[in-house]
């Protein structure tokens, strides 16, 4: 499902976030506080665009000095390494095919990660996690991007007519695909809501983990550092 919307997952992404996507991104690597010398994992990295944003800097903060990037989905990987080349960034990201729950690292070796709408998918998510706790140095921090629901009364009814009725159809016309922008309202309600998470990345070797929602709680930002 993955590989069959990747040459149009970015541009989806964009248009059903209406750009926002990429605020949520910047937030997530501001949270990592880096100073330019880190070692950055991004599980579930997709077409890089979590990647790449760490190795840009700005305003927040320095760059990641290296990248490395794991996923399953070979033809997402395809699409972040022409978006690497594209940018000059093949140098200091490399992308990797690999299961979350077996991630192709030695024990701390990282000492930052991030994970962006991905976690979800994954079936086991505490393995995921637990994963990212064991190839992450001590003190380590982790940033966490996830789709939630706003808790907002009005805006709640109107967010979830929106992500059942309207993302489908959207997505089924501009990529082709059926299933894909079908799943995405069924995984997002049936991840873990935001204690229950917390509590999973406790249990995986975090603490000081916050979940903090982003424009009225549609995303989630949780992060935590290795105990």
Request: hydrophobic share 45%; aromatic share 8%; charged share 20%.
């Amino acid at each position: 499902m993955f590989d069959a919307i990747a040459p149009r997952y970015d541009l989806l992404n964009h248009v059903l976030s209406a750009g926002i996507d990429r605020r949520w991104r910047a937030r997530a690597i501001q949270a990592l506080r880096l100073t330019g010398r880190e070692t950055l994992l991004d599980v579930c990295t997709g077409t890089a665009d979590v990647a790449l944003q760490a190795c840009r800097g700005g305003p927040s903060g320095p760059p990641a000095a290296r990248v490395v990037g794991v996923d399953f989905a070979a033809a997402m990987l395809s699409v972040g390494r022409r978006k690497l080349q594209a940018a000059g960034e093949d140098h200091r990201i490399t992308l990797v095919r690999g299961d979350a729950t077996r991630l192709p690292l030695r024990d701390e070796t990282v000492d930052v990660a991030t994970i962006a709408f991905g976690i979800r998918n994954v079936e086991r998510p505490e393995f995921a996690c637990a994963e990212v706790a064991r190839v992450m140095r001590r003190g380590g921090r982790l940033a966490i991007l996830e789709f939630g629901v706003p808790r907002l009364p009005g805006l709640s009814t109107l967010y979830l007519w929106y992500f059942k009725y309207l993302l489908p159809a959207v997505g089924r016309m501009v990529s082709g695909h059926t299933a894909a922008y079908s799943y995405l309202p069924a995984s997002v309600g049936t991840f873990p809501p935001p204690h229950e998470f917390v509590t999973i990345l406790e249990q995986a070797g975090f603490s000081h983990v916050r979940a903090d929602p982003l424009t009225f709680g549609i995303v989630y930002l949780y992060t935590a550092t290795k105990r």
